[in-house]
């Protein structure tokens, strides 16, 4: 079994260490990871600029570790063409983020870009994020969740286009594992705004996740606001169906040909 | 009506200047693009540096344009708090790209970017694409369907959660407008190795598509190569239905509240 691991909180960072560890008794683990902080990269590629590869010390003898100055999916795709040389990967596993995934933040983030792009290319592929952004997190009470969740898909896989996106509570005694949807929500109150010494405006991203249906019982965010490991069945497929669609684009557009 | 545009382009080139002079009669067009080239940017957001703002010489007399050290996503969720002011847009309306962003480019498109980010705070959003990178490009017969589809969607609407992406060939006549569904595709050998002066590898992006249903008639790709303007209806729910999992994940993670 191959499996390439990256993340987007970089090569260095406990999170992906930790689930290198948890990993390696399933096969050779082949870490990239960026360089660098790459959080909120979504499945953004370089294209504006050269990329180096690296190979590094791996936090574990058998295991391999290297760093690219892009983003996750960079990592992926680069990794397919220089380490794989064009074969796939049995799985590929993202994280262990250092913050939350759930609800509208799969769209931006790194570690679900890294995902999804296993996903285009038909590979099993998983995220894991941990609710807490602390560098020095303790991940060890996650390696249970991680390696039944693993397991699992080595041995059955997923369906395709499909990928799982693992959020787990930071909690050391998680009630279990349960199956969710992404909860809708959106950010608020997005920049904070500040003035320069030369008296010009610069803004910096913050802001606060406003849930838009706290009694839903069945998301991501109720899983882990009970401490549950929420486990969100996630597609890259963004195609509709046409019944979905209103009479005017039917009538107006529709099939020409 | 309001109508917000931004590309990924930057806030310089044709593409985006064609677009506001197309939208204009429709309402107040108010552009916020990023301040240099932002291709393949996907929904990324700007975390580790912060975002600047200002506004520059719009293309056409009643019209605005700002420029913003960011990426498409950061234009939309900057300008939505502090030109809009929390209230939102009629539309969002994206491009012109110069160059496609049918099929897989979906994904990793910054255009496209701005337009999710529009739909997930449900503001009817269209993203539109002329399938070359020339920076000279006639844009001139894209209005008349630019117009046709902006008008519809203003009066119409969209459902929630759906926007559209369209792409029109580099063809002075397109046939007519199609509705189409994303192709099935990867791209191939995807970076060119080179050797800097000191002797270390560097990569670049590059590639080839590779189309994996050259027989299918309803697909983007298909519109494109047979002269029609191809409108993609696009989601940006990545949730799937519990029924379409496999037995194991239902069984060993399974909704455990």
């Given at each position: 079994?191959?499996?390439?691991?990256s993340?987007d909180?970089?090569?260095?960072?406990?999170?992906?260490?930790?689930?290198?560890?948890?990993?390696?008794?399933?096969?050779?683990?082949?870490?990239?990871?960026p360089?660098?902080?790459?959080?909120?990269?979504?499945?953004?590629?370089?294209?504006?600029?050269?990329?180096?590869?690296?190979?590094?010390?791996?936090?574990?003898?058998?295991?391999?570790?290297?760093?690219?100055?892009?983003?996750?999916?960079?990592?992926?795709?680069?990794?397919?063409?220089?380490?794989?040389?064009?074969?796939?990967?049995?799985?590929?596993?993202?994280?262990?983020?250092?913050?939350?995934?759930?609800?509208?933040?799969?769209?931006?983030?790194?570690?679900?870009?890294?995902?999804?792009?296993?996903?285009?290319?038909?590979?099993?592929?998983?995220?894991?994020?941990?609710?807490t952004?602390?560098?020095?997190?303790?991940?060890?009470?996650?390696?249970?969740?991680?390696?039944?969740?693993?397991?699992h898909?080595?041995?059955?896989?997923?369906?395709?286009?499909?990928?799982?996106?693992?959020?787990?509570?930071d909690?050391?005694?998680?009630?279990?594992?349960?199956?969710?949807?992404?909860?809708?929500g959106?950010?608020?109150?997005?920049?904070?705004?500040?003035?320069d010494?030369?008296?010009?405006?610069?803004?910096?991203?913050?802001?606060?996740?406003?849930?838009?249906?706290?009694?839903?019982?069945?998301?991501?965010?109720?899983?882990?606001?009970?401490?549950?490991?929420?486990?969100?069945?996630?597609?890259?497929?963004?195609?509709?169906?046409?019944?979905?669609?209103?009479?005017?684009?039917?009538?107006?557009?529709?099939?020409?040909?």
């Amino acid at each position: 079994m191959k499996i390439l691991v990256s993340n987007d909180d970089g090569y260095q960072v406990r999170g992906v260490h930790e689930l290198i560890g948890f990993l390696k008794e399933f096969g050779e683990v082949i870490a990239v990871c960026p360089d660098g902080p790459r959080s909120g990269q979504s499945m953004a590629l370089t294209f504006e600029n050269p990329l180096r590869m690296s190979e590094c010390q791996p936090p574990f003898d058998g295991t391999k570790l290297y760093k690219v100055s892009g983003t996750p999916v960079d990592c992926v795709k680069l990794s397919l063409q220089t380490l794989f040389k064009g074969e796939k990967p049995d799985l590929i596993v993202a994280g262990i983020n250092h913050g939350s995934n759930s609800a509208v933040n799969v769209l931006y983030s790194g570690t679900m870009g890294a995902v999804f792009e296993g996903c285009t290319i038909g590979v099993p592929s998983v995220g894991f994020s941990l609710t807490t952004h602390s560098k020095d997190a303790d991940f060890s009470f996650c390696k249970k969740f991680v390696k039944e969740i693993i397991a699992h898909t080595l041995q059955n896989g997923l369906p395709e286009g499909v990928c799982l996106n693992v959020n787990i509570p930071d909690n050391c005694e998680p009630k279990g594992m349960m199956l969710t949807r992404s909860c809708r929500g959106h950010w608020t109150e997005e920049y904070k705004r500040y003035v320069d010494p030369n008296g010009r405006d610069f803004y910096w991203l913050t802001g606060h996740f406003i849930n838009e249906e706290p009694e839903a019982t069945d998301t991501d965010e109720w899983a882990l606001n009970h401490d549950f490991v929420s486990v969100t069945p996630t597609s890259i497929y963004r195609d509709i169906h046409f019944d979905e669609l209103p009479e005017w684009i039917i009538k107006n557009i529709g099939n020409k040909n």
